[in-house]
Protein backbone atom coordinates (compact mmCIF):
# COMPACT_ATOMS: atom_id res chain seq x y z
CA UNK A 1 0.00 0.00 0.00
CA UNK A 2 1.46 3.52 -1.08
CA UNK A 3 2.09 5.87 2.20
CA UNK A 4 0.79 9.61 2.10
CA UNK A 5 2.02 12.07 0.19
CA UNK A 6 3.04 14.04 2.85
CA UNK A 7 7.44 14.18 2.25
CA UNK A 8 8.01 18.24 2.20
CA UNK A 9 9.91 17.60 -1.19
CA UNK A 10 5.87 16.80 -2.59
CA UNK A 11 3.78 19.74 -3.97
CA UNK A 12 0.69 20.66 -2.44
CA UNK A 13 0.02 17.01 -1.89
CA UNK A 14 1.36 17.39 1.50
CA UNK A 15 -1.07 16.64 4.42
CA UNK A 16 -0.42 19.69 6.09
CA UNK A 17 -2.28 23.88 5.47
CA UNK A 18 -0.55 25.56 2.88
CA UNK A 19 -0.63 29.36 1.54
CA UNK A 20 -2.24 28.74 -1.80
CA UNK A 21 -4.72 30.77 -3.20
CA UNK A 22 -6.95 31.82 -6.22
CA UNK A 23 -8.65 34.40 -7.18
CA UNK A 24 -12.48 35.07 -7.31
CA UNK A 25 -13.16 33.31 -3.82
CA UNK A 26 -14.12 35.77 -1.96
CA UNK A 27 -15.47 35.80 1.63
CA UNK A 28 -15.18 37.53 4.94
CA UNK A 29 -12.08 38.97 5.84
CA UNK A 30 -8.53 39.31 3.96
CA UNK A 31 -7.48 35.82 5.67
CA UNK A 32 -10.62 33.72 5.25
CA UNK A 33 -11.19 33.85 9.36
CA UNK A 34 -14.70 33.27 10.22
CA UNK A 35 -15.61 32.08 6.59
CA UNK A 36 -17.37 28.24 6.47
CA UNK A 37 -14.84 25.43 4.93
CA UNK A 38 -15.04 24.11 1.65
CA UNK A 39 -13.88 21.04 0.11
CA UNK A 40 -13.14 19.19 -2.97
CA UNK A 41 -12.18 15.49 -3.61
CA UNK A 42 -11.17 14.52 -7.23
CA UNK A 43 -10.62 10.57 -7.44
CA UNK A 44 -8.86 10.15 -10.79
CA UNK A 45 -7.67 7.21 -12.41
CA UNK A 46 -3.88 7.33 -10.65
CA UNK A 47 -3.95 10.22 -7.36
CA UNK A 48 -7.63 10.66 -5.19
CA UNK A 49 -6.84 13.95 -4.07
CA UNK A 50 -8.62 16.26 -1.35
CA UNK A 51 -8.64 20.17 -0.95
CA UNK A 52 -9.86 21.63 1.95
CA UNK A 53 -10.05 25.92 2.21
CA UNK A 54 -11.63 29.27 3.28
CA UNK A 55 -12.73 32.02 0.85
CA UNK A 56 -10.85 34.78 1.77
CA UNK A 57 -11.01 38.43 0.25
CA UNK A 58 -8.40 37.67 -1.98
CA UNK A 59 -8.93 34.11 -3.14
CA UNK A 60 -9.25 30.88 -0.72
CA UNK A 61 -7.04 29.77 2.09
CA UNK A 62 -6.04 26.29 2.14
CA UNK A 63 -6.65 24.65 5.30
CA UNK A 64 -5.84 20.58 4.30
CA UNK A 65 -4.56 18.85 1.21
CA UNK A 66 -3.94 14.98 0.99
CA UNK A 67 -2.80 13.19 -2.38
CA UNK A 68 -2.49 9.54 -2.35
CA UNK A 69 -1.07 7.50 -6.04
CA UNK A 70 -3.37 4.88 -6.09
CA UNK A 71 -3.48 3.59 -9.81
CA UNK A 72 -7.27 3.37 -9.65
CA UNK A 73 -7.29 2.33 -13.52
CA UNK A 74 -4.19 -0.16 -13.88
CA UNK A 75 -4.95 -2.85 -16.18
CA UNK A 76 -8.66 -1.01 -17.35
CA UNK A 77 -7.38 -1.10 -20.58
CA UNK A 78 -6.86 -4.48 -20.78
CA UNK A 79 -10.07 -5.94 -18.94
CA UNK A 80 -12.70 -3.07 -19.05
CA UNK A 81 -13.00 -3.56 -15.19
CA UNK A 82 -11.39 -2.11 -12.03
CA UNK A 83 -8.66 -4.23 -10.51
CA UNK A 84 -10.02 -5.37 -6.98
CA UNK A 85 -6.33 -4.61 -5.44
CA UNK A 86 -7.12 -1.35 -7.24
CA UNK A 87 -9.95 -0.73 -6.05
CA UNK A 88 -8.51 -1.33 -2.22
CA UNK A 89 -6.17 0.79 -2.59
CA UNK A 90 -8.55 3.86 -3.73
CA UNK A 91 -11.13 2.93 -0.94
CA UNK A 92 -8.11 3.03 1.75
CA UNK A 93 -7.35 6.72 0.28
CA UNK A 94 -10.69 7.62 0.18
CA UNK A 95 -11.05 6.33 3.99
CA UNK A 96 -8.46 8.83 5.22
CA UNK A 97 -10.16 11.78 3.13
CA UNK A 98 -13.26 10.83 4.72
CA UNK A 99 -11.33 11.19 8.10
CA UNK A 100 -10.27 14.11 7.38
CA UNK A 101 -13.49 15.67 6.08
CA UNK A 102 -15.09 14.44 9.39
CA UNK A 103 -12.13 15.89 12.19
CA UNK A 104 -12.32 19.17 9.98
CA UNK A 105 -16.09 19.72 10.85
CA UNK A 106 -16.66 19.58 6.97
CA UNK A 107 -20.24 20.39 6.08
CA UNK A 108 -21.04 17.37 3.67
CA UNK A 109 -23.12 20.28 1.47
CA UNK A 110 -19.87 22.04 0.69
CA UNK A 111 -18.00 19.21 -0.04
CA UNK A 112 -17.84 18.22 -3.67
CA UNK A 113 -16.43 14.64 -4.24
CA UNK A 114 -16.30 13.67 -7.60
CA UNK A 115 -14.69 10.49 -9.82
CA UNK A 116 -13.57 10.84 -13.77
CA UNK A 117 -12.23 8.49 -16.46
CA UNK A 118 -11.46 5.38 -14.79
CA UNK A 119 -14.91 5.32 -12.89
CA UNK A 120 -16.32 6.40 -16.51
CA UNK A 121 -15.34 3.53 -18.55
CA UNK A 122 -14.76 0.59 -16.19
CA UNK A 123 -17.92 -2.02 -16.25
CA UNK A 124 -17.80 -2.04 -12.25
CA UNK A 125 -17.07 1.61 -12.02
CA UNK A 126 -20.58 2.39 -10.56
CA UNK A 127 -20.75 -0.26 -8.20
CA UNK A 128 -17.12 0.59 -6.65
CA UNK A 129 -18.61 4.12 -5.87
CA UNK A 130 -21.97 2.50 -4.01
CA UNK A 131 -18.80 0.42 -1.98
CA UNK A 132 -17.55 3.85 -1.65
CA UNK A 133 -21.04 5.62 -0.15
CA UNK A 134 -21.74 2.72 2.11
CA UNK A 135 -18.30 2.41 3.96
CA UNK A 136 -17.21 5.85 4.21
CA UNK A 137 -20.31 7.76 3.46
CA UNK A 138 -18.59 9.78 0.66
CA UNK A 139 -20.82 10.62 -1.99
CA UNK A 140 -18.86 10.50 -5.59
CA UNK A 141 -20.35 11.55 -8.44
CA UNK A 142 -19.16 10.69 -12.01
CA UNK A 143 -18.63 13.47 -13.81
CA UNK A 144 -18.41 13.20 -18.28
CA UNK A 145 -15.45 15.02 -19.96
CA UNK A 146 -17.22 17.75 -21.04
CA UNK A 147 -17.69 19.30 -16.84
CA UNK A 148 -14.31 17.84 -16.15
CA UNK A 149 -12.61 19.98 -18.67
CA UNK A 150 -14.23 23.11 -17.71
CA UNK A 151 -13.69 22.63 -14.14
CA UNK A 152 -10.03 22.49 -15.02
CA UNK A 153 -10.12 25.40 -16.98
CA UNK A 154 -11.47 27.28 -13.71
CA UNK A 155 -9.35 26.20 -12.09
CA UNK A 156 -6.29 27.94 -14.19
CA UNK A 157 -8.07 31.38 -15.10
CA UNK A 158 -5.63 33.12 -13.05
CA UNK A 159 -2.33 32.12 -14.65
CA UNK A 160 -3.82 32.70 -18.26
CA UNK A 161 -1.87 35.84 -19.88
CA UNK A 162 -4.01 39.00 -19.52
CA UNK A 163 -2.87 39.98 -22.91
CA UNK A 164 -3.56 36.50 -24.67
CA UNK A 165 -5.74 35.81 -27.77
CA UNK A 166 -5.91 32.39 -27.30
CA UNK A 167 -5.11 29.79 -24.65
CA UNK A 168 -4.96 25.93 -24.92
CA UNK A 169 -5.52 24.37 -21.74
CA UNK A 170 -3.60 20.86 -21.60
CA UNK A 171 -5.46 18.68 -18.42
CA UNK A 172 -3.31 15.31 -18.62
CA UNK A 173 -5.26 13.14 -16.27
CA UNK A 174 -4.58 9.00 -15.67
CA UNK A 175 -6.93 7.82 -17.80
CA UNK A 176 -8.00 10.17 -20.27
CA UNK A 177 -6.75 14.04 -21.82
CA UNK A 178 -8.79 17.09 -21.97
CA UNK A 179 -8.05 19.81 -24.11
CA UNK A 180 -9.84 23.05 -24.14
CA UNK A 181 -9.42 26.09 -26.61
CA UNK A 182 -10.51 29.26 -25.64
CA UNK A 183 -10.38 32.83 -27.30
CA UNK A 184 -10.45 36.33 -26.31
CA UNK A 185 -14.03 38.04 -26.44
CA UNK A 186 -14.10 41.13 -25.18
CA UNK A 187 -12.65 41.03 -21.76
CA UNK A 188 -13.56 37.51 -21.48
CA UNK A 189 -12.27 34.51 -22.52
CA UNK A 190 -14.53 32.11 -23.83
CA UNK A 191 -13.99 28.42 -24.43
CA UNK A 192 -14.56 27.75 -28.25
CA UNK A 193 -13.80 24.25 -28.37
CA UNK A 194 -12.97 21.32 -26.48
CA UNK A 195 -12.07 17.63 -26.74
CA UNK A 196 -11.15 14.65 -24.58
CA UNK A 197 -8.96 12.09 -25.57
CA UNK A 198 -9.06 8.60 -23.90
CA UNK A 199 -5.40 8.21 -23.48
CA UNK A 200 -3.79 9.47 -19.98
CA UNK A 201 -0.57 8.73 -18.26
CA UNK A 202 -1.43 5.80 -16.66
CA UNK A 203 -3.33 4.40 -19.97
CA UNK A 204 -0.54 5.10 -22.50
CA UNK A 205 1.74 3.74 -19.84
CA UNK A 206 -0.55 0.11 -20.11
CA UNK A 207 -0.22 0.19 -23.81
CA UNK A 208 3.27 0.96 -24.31
CA UNK A 209 5.41 -0.55 -21.20
CA UNK A 210 9.16 0.83 -21.24
CA UNK A 211 11.63 -1.59 -23.03
CA UNK A 212 14.88 -2.76 -21.64
CA UNK A 213 16.35 -0.19 -24.22
CA UNK A 214 13.79 2.55 -23.71
CA UNK A 215 14.51 3.55 -27.13
CA UNK A 216 13.38 6.59 -28.89
CA UNK A 217 11.19 4.76 -31.12
CA UNK A 218 9.39 3.46 -27.87
CA UNK A 219 8.73 7.34 -26.76
CA UNK A 220 7.96 8.03 -29.92
CA UNK A 221 5.07 5.41 -30.56
CA UNK A 222 3.29 7.49 -27.71
CA UNK A 223 3.81 10.65 -29.35
CA UNK A 224 2.21 9.06 -32.55
CA UNK A 225 -0.56 6.94 -30.50
CA UNK A 226 -1.74 10.82 -28.78
CA UNK A 227 -1.25 12.35 -32.00
CA UNK A 228 -4.19 10.38 -33.29
CA UNK A 229 -6.50 10.38 -30.37
CA UNK A 230 -6.04 14.19 -31.29
CA UNK A 231 -6.75 14.26 -34.75
CA UNK A 232 -10.41 11.76 -34.02
CA UNK A 233 -11.11 14.68 -32.27
CA UNK A 234 -11.66 16.82 -35.28
CA UNK A 235 -10.94 19.99 -33.98
CA UNK A 236 -10.63 22.44 -36.94
CA UNK A 237 -9.58 26.20 -35.43
CA UNK A 238 -7.96 27.93 -38.33
CA UNK A 239 -8.05 31.01 -36.46
CA UNK A 240 -7.05 29.78 -32.72
CA UNK A 241 -4.16 27.76 -34.70
CA UNK A 242 -2.99 31.23 -36.08
CA UNK A 243 -3.16 32.74 -32.86
CA UNK A 244 -0.99 29.88 -30.97
CA UNK A 245 1.33 29.64 -33.81
CA UNK A 246 2.11 33.69 -34.38
CA UNK A 247 2.76 34.23 -30.28
CA UNK A 248 -0.42 35.24 -29.56
CA UNK A 249 -1.79 32.42 -27.46
CA UNK A 250 0.07 30.05 -24.94
CA UNK A 251 -0.52 26.27 -23.76
CA UNK A 252 -1.46 26.04 -20.12
CA UNK A 253 -0.77 22.10 -18.55
CA UNK A 254 -1.96 20.86 -15.31
CA UNK A 255 -0.93 17.24 -14.59
CA UNK A 256 1.79 16.05 -12.16
CA UNK A 257 3.36 14.80 -15.38
CA UNK A 258 3.57 18.65 -16.57
CA UNK A 259 5.03 19.47 -13.21
CA UNK A 260 7.31 16.99 -12.89
CA UNK A 261 8.65 18.45 -16.05
CA UNK A 262 8.97 21.59 -14.74
CA UNK A 263 10.74 20.40 -11.69
CA UNK A 264 13.51 18.57 -13.88
CA UNK A 265 13.64 21.79 -15.81
CA UNK A 266 14.59 23.95 -12.91
CA UNK A 267 16.75 21.04 -11.51
CA UNK A 268 15.18 21.61 -8.00
CA UNK A 269 16.64 18.98 -5.51
CA UNK A 270 12.92 19.11 -4.05
CA UNK A 271 9.75 20.07 -5.29
CA UNK A 272 8.50 23.70 -4.67
CA UNK A 273 4.96 24.30 -5.56
CA UNK A 274 5.70 28.48 -4.95
CA UNK A 275 8.54 28.00 -8.15
CA UNK A 276 6.16 25.47 -10.72
CA UNK A 277 3.16 26.43 -10.24
CA UNK A 278 2.60 30.11 -12.99
CA UNK A 279 6.38 29.08 -14.57
CA UNK A 280 6.20 29.84 -18.07
CA UNK A 281 8.52 27.47 -20.28
CA UNK A 282 9.45 27.13 -24.36
CA UNK A 283 8.81 23.84 -26.41
CA UNK A 284 12.27 23.53 -26.45
CA UNK A 285 12.45 23.61 -22.44
CA UNK A 286 9.70 21.06 -22.47
CA UNK A 287 11.70 18.74 -24.80
CA UNK A 288 14.92 19.25 -22.91
CA UNK A 289 12.98 18.07 -20.08
CA UNK A 290 12.12 14.90 -22.00
CA UNK A 291 15.09 14.25 -23.08
CA UNK A 292 16.84 14.32 -19.89
CA UNK A 293 14.04 12.16 -18.13
CA UNK A 294 14.47 9.64 -21.29
CA UNK A 295 18.48 9.51 -20.47
CA UNK A 296 18.00 8.60 -16.86
CA UNK A 297 15.86 5.33 -17.29
CA UNK A 298 13.32 4.34 -14.73
CA UNK A 299 16.46 3.86 -11.67
CA UNK A 300 17.43 7.53 -12.55
CA UNK A 301 14.32 8.87 -12.81
CA UNK A 302 12.95 7.22 -9.72
CA UNK A 303 15.21 8.54 -7.73
CA UNK A 304 14.37 12.53 -8.67
CA UNK A 305 12.45 13.86 -6.09
CA UNK A 306 10.32 16.03 -8.27
CA UNK A 307 9.22 12.21 -9.54
CA UNK A 308 9.80 9.72 -7.34
CA UNK A 309 8.88 6.04 -7.58
CA UNK A 310 5.50 5.78 -7.84
CA UNK A 311 5.42 8.13 -11.42
CA UNK A 312 8.89 6.64 -12.25
CA UNK A 313 7.11 4.66 -15.25
CA UNK A 314 4.43 7.49 -15.92
CA UNK A 315 6.18 10.83 -16.57
CA UNK A 316 7.33 10.25 -19.68
CA UNK A 317 3.71 8.91 -20.73
CA UNK A 318 3.05 12.87 -19.61
CA UNK A 319 5.58 14.33 -22.06
CA UNK A 320 4.78 12.40 -24.68
CA UNK A 321 1.03 13.62 -24.34
CA UNK A 322 2.09 17.40 -24.19
CA UNK A 323 4.56 16.64 -27.18
CA UNK A 324 2.22 15.23 -29.25
CA UNK A 325 -0.25 18.42 -28.55
CA UNK A 326 2.52 20.68 -29.29
CA UNK A 327 3.13 18.91 -32.56
CA UNK A 328 -0.34 19.52 -33.22
CA UNK A 329 -1.20 22.63 -31.89
CA UNK A 330 2.65 24.39 -32.33
CA UNK A 331 3.04 27.16 -29.87
CA UNK A 332 6.15 28.39 -28.20
CA UNK A 333 5.03 29.04 -24.51
CA UNK A 334 3.35 26.99 -22.16
CA UNK A 335 2.50 28.14 -18.39
CA UNK A 336 2.89 25.00 -15.45
CA UNK A 337 -0.06 25.12 -13.86
CA UNK A 338 -0.25 23.19 -10.46
CA UNK A 339 -3.51 23.32 -9.47
CA UNK A 340 -6.93 22.13 -11.64
CA UNK A 341 -10.35 20.58 -11.37
CA UNK A 342 -10.04 20.87 -7.37
CA UNK A 343 -9.32 24.32 -7.73
CA UNK A 344 -12.19 24.73 -10.30
CA UNK A 345 -14.45 22.78 -7.79
CA UNK A 346 -14.03 25.15 -4.89
CA UNK A 347 -14.43 28.02 -6.69
CA UNK A 348 -17.99 26.65 -8.68
CA UNK A 349 -19.16 26.22 -4.84
CA UNK A 350 -17.94 29.38 -3.41
CA UNK A 351 -19.43 31.02 -6.17
CA UNK A 352 -22.69 29.65 -5.66
CA UNK A 353 -23.04 30.21 -2.52
CA UNK A 354 -22.49 34.09 -2.96
CA UNK A 355 -25.07 34.51 -5.36
CA UNK A 356 -27.81 34.16 -3.30
CA UNK A 357 -26.44 36.72 -0.75
CA UNK A 358 -25.93 39.02 -3.57
CA UNK A 359 -29.80 38.73 -4.26
CA UNK A 360 -30.22 39.14 -1.08
CA UNK A 361 -28.13 42.47 -0.90
CA UNK A 362 -29.69 43.17 -3.96
CA UNK A 363 -33.42 42.80 -2.59
CA UNK A 364 -32.51 44.84 0.56
CA UNK A 365 -31.27 48.21 -1.51
CA UNK A 366 -34.29 48.04 -3.85
CA UNK A 367 -36.49 48.05 -0.67
CA UNK A 368 -35.03 50.77 1.07
CA UNK A 369 -35.42 52.22 -2.48
CA UNK A 370 -38.92 52.17 -2.77
CA UNK A 371 -38.35 49.95 -5.76
CA UNK A 372 -40.81 46.61 -6.39
CA UNK A 373 -39.15 43.79 -4.84
CA UNK A 374 -37.66 40.93 -6.76
CA UNK A 375 -38.96 37.53 -5.83
CA UNK A 376 -35.74 35.28 -4.00
Known sequence: MPEIDDAPSRRDDRSQPDRRRSQ???????????????????????????????????GFRVV??????????EGLTHTGRLDDRAMDRAYDALALCAERVVKRGLESRRLSAVATQACRQAENGEAFIERVRL????????????????????????LFDPNAEAVLVIDVGGGST?????????QQMVTVAWMSAPLGVVTLADRHPEPADSGEAWYEAMVA??????????????????LLVSGKGHLVGTSGAITSLAGIHLGLKRYQRDLVDGLWMTR??????????????????????????????????????????QR???????????????????????????????RRRRHRVQGKAGAAAPEI
Open 135 to 158: GTGLRLRIIDPIEEARLSVEGCLN
Open 64 to 73: DSFSRIVRLG
Open 24 to 58: DAGGPGANGQGAPLYGALDLGTNNCRLLIARPARD
Open 178 to 186: ELSWLRREG
Open 225 to 242: DMGQAIAHGGIEEPELRR
Open 284 to 325: ADCEAAAERLKALRPAGRAAESCIGPDRADLVLAGAAILEAV
Open 328 to 358: AWPCDRVRVADRGLREGLLLQQMRADREPQR
